[in-house]
């Protein structure tokens, strides 16, 4: 092959005739009268009439990125768990007593509500203060 043989991949691009002079007519390939034969026409954006009919809300509105803890209640882990267990989020997705949010075991949160009377050690859970209060009184251990 010699370099006078090679071709091009792609052909060429021709250039766009404009106004009188690119052989196009009077109306220069823009079709007659109306907004899209003007100059500087300038089309709605096709997405404008569905922006116009939606409500819109007062304030600044976002979507929380942070996940919910799972709550569980003080008297939901005494009938669950034997005396000396160790509770943890692992060990409650593990028995399934709670479900993984979003592809994660979740946060659990540990209420107040019932009675417990085990000692049981809680390891990496949030709690309130009177289900906290009601787990050392019983015995229990919180890390």
């Known amino acids: 092959m010699q370099i006078h ?19 196009r007519g009077s109306n220069c ?7 899209m034969s003007r100059a500087g026409r300038k089309m709605q954006p096709a997405i404008r009439p569905f922006i116009k009919k939606y409500h ?7 979507k929380s ?3 919910k803890a799972t709550i569980i209640n003080v008297g939901f882990l005494n009938q669950n768990f034997e005396e000396g ?15 993984k949010a979003e592809g994660k075991v979740p946060e659990i949160k540990i209420l107040g509500t019932g009675e ?10 949030l709690f309130s203060k009177l289900a906290g ?8 251990i919180i890390r």
């Open 116 to 125: 417990i009377n085990k000692k049981l050690t809680i390891k990496k859970c």
């Open 56 to 62: 819109k809300l007062r304030g600044y509105r976002f």
């Open 29 to 35: 390939g823009r079709g007659m009268k109306g907004q």
């Open 85 to 99: 267990a160790i509770v943890s989020p692992k060990v409650l997705y593990e028995r399934k007593l709670v479900r």
């Open 133 to 140: 209060e009601k787990i050392k009184k019983a015995g229990g």
């Open 65 to 67: 990125t942070q996940l």
């Open 5 to 23: 043989e090679l071709k091009p991949d792609t052909p060429r691009k021709k250039n766009q005739r404009i106004g009188r002079g690119g052989r």
